[in-house]
T-cell receptor, first 114, second 116 residues
Framework: AQSVTQLDSHVSVSEGTPVLLRCNYSSSYSPSLFWYVQHPNKGLQLLLKYTSAATLVKGINGFEAEFKKSETSFHLTKPSAHMSDAAEYFCVVRDYSGNTPLVFGKGTRLSVIA | DGGITQSPKYLFRKEGQNVTLSCEQNLNHDAMYWYRQDPGQGLRLIYYSQIVNDFQKGDIAEGYSVSREKKESFPLTVTSAQKNPTAFYLC???????????????FGPGTRLTVT
């Protein structure tokens, strides 16, 4: 069965400094992996996805993530945080192990300090 | 302008009443989903549907019911049997469910339900 663990429930950074949100996954097959962002009281928006092509995936708003099979990780990064990046971020996994739709991590809340 | 609409944005109900949350999509997606979100718990799957007139229970289906009579619509009813219905409810859709695991889900703006 697939599962995903977001290692930090809350991350706080200063504006202009790098962002790192950590995600580890478990999958019996070659998975697809996604990062979503959610601003307060809003729906989720796709940031980026990995689907067995390039291991370094670029997304919207300057975010990128690297798929590392040996470490079963899919960490999200951004070189320079902006105030508008403050939100909840979800790491998500999907594989062929069943009819299960996406499996979500519990989320990481990113705070950006001016 | 394609997307998913959920209405209403805020909903208030008295305990013991059933309530139906609306979800409509014009993306021509086959699959639709309902999630419940509580603080610190991420998203939990309530029901999903791969095709019209078919749906499956997710992880927390007790106290909820759905229907899928049209491709575009997937309403969720929160029944009086749901012990703790106050939450943020999100509807989503995707092109398909089984054939390709690369398809992402598209989310609506959510409905915040408060039951007192």
């Amino acid at each position: 069965a697939q599962s995903v663990t977001q290692l930090d429930s809350h991350v706080s950074v200063s504006e202009g400094t790098p962002v790192l949100l950590r995600c580890n996954y478990s999958s019996s097959y070659s998975p697809s992996l996604f990062w979503y962002v959610q601003h307060p009281n809003k729906g989720l928006q796709l940031l980026l996805k990995y689907t067995s092509a390039a291991t370094l995936v670029k997304g919207i708003n300057g975010f990128e993530a690297e798929f590392k099979k040996s470490e079963t990780s899919f960490h999200l990064t951004k070189p320079s945080a902006h105030m508008s990046d403050a939100a909840e971020y979800f790491c998500v996994v999907r594989d062929y192990s069943g009819n299960t739709p996406l499996v979500f991590g519990k989320g990481t809340r990113l705070s950006v300090i001016a | 302008d394609g997307g998913i609409t959920q209405s209403p944005k805020y909903l208030f109900r008295k305990e013991g009443q059933n309530v139906t949350l609306s979800c409509e999509q014009n993306l021509n997606h086959d699959a639709m989903y309902w999630y419940r979100q509580d603080p610190g718990q991420g998203l939990r799957l309530i029901y999903y549907s791969q095709i019209v007139n078919d749906f499956q229970k997710g992880d927390i289906a007790e106290g909820y019911s759905v229907s899928r009579e049209k491709k575009e619509s997937f309403p969720l009813t929160v029944t009086s049997a749901q012990k703790n219905p106050t939450a943020f409810y999100l509807c989503a859709s995707s092109q398909t469910l089984l054939a390709d695991i690369s398809y992402e889900q598209y989310f609506g703006p959510g409905t915040r339900l408060t039951v007192t």
